[in-house]
């Protein structure tokens, strides 16, 4: 199953967590430490309310985090690289995109639109990989073929055209379904992928 997307301030908040417990501070002693950083009206409270993601974290307070706790706000973002980082509704970036862009790295980096990394290999792409037994890349580029776009690109074309005011409790459930509904039509040339036969190049259904 594919993991969920969390929200950037629960993702900076369990950062915050780990950062302030592996500094062996209790969360009153880290209120004390950030209001002499400028984060004045801090107290143990806003602190909690941070670390559980129910305290949005501007980037002024995430720059005056960095510098009270000696880190920098790379530091902040906790998960494995290709976790999803939901920024705006149907927005997404990979952990690993968000900790290059804080990074200062320079270079294009996938648009966010339905799912990060667009053109590259995800999640989704991942757990098709695992039920048919053959490698993400070989998914996209038989989805490619039949569709003229990545297995996530496809997934999340059909999600906005059927759904695009649903709730996101609805969207999570019809993107389930279009999976299945995906791996039904595509089933048969991964399989002859993975075998090392040319899918073809069919219609959809």
Do not use: C
């Not at 791996?183 to 219609?203: H, I, Q, V, W, Y």
Request: aromatic share 4%; charged share 25%.
């Amino acid at each position: 199953m594919e993991s969920a997307a969390q929200p950037l301030r629960q993702v900076l908040g369990a950062g915050l967590k780990h950062v302030r417990q592996a500094q062996g501070l209790s969360q009153e002693q880290a209120a004390e430490l950030v209001q002499q950083y400028g984060l004045t009206t801090w107290i143990r409270g806003t602190v909690a309310q941070a670390e559980v993601g129910a305290r949005r974290l501007p980037l002024e307070e995430v720059l005056l985090l960095a510098v009270a706790f000696g880190i920098t706000p790379v530091e902040l973002l906790t998960g494995a690289d290709d976790d999803l980082i939901e920024l705006a509704p149907d927005a997404f970036l990979t952990t690993a995109t968000v900790r290059a862009l804080l990074s200062g790295e320079r270079r294009r980096h996938p648009q966010p639109v339905g799912t990060p990394a667009v053109g590259t290999v995800g999640e989704a792409e991942r757990y098709v990989a695992r039920k048919v037994g053959t490698t993400p890349e070989i998914v996209n580029e038989v989805a490619l073929q039949r569709w003229d776009r990545t297995w996530s690109q496809e997934r999340d074309r059909r999600l906005a055209e059927r759904a695009p005011e649903a709730s996101a409790g609805q969207r999570h459930a019809l993107r389930g379904h279009i999976t299945r509904e995906l791996l039904t039509e595509l089933e048969n040339d991964l399989r002859a992928a993975a075998r090392g036969d040319a899918p073809s190049k069919g219609s959809e259904s």
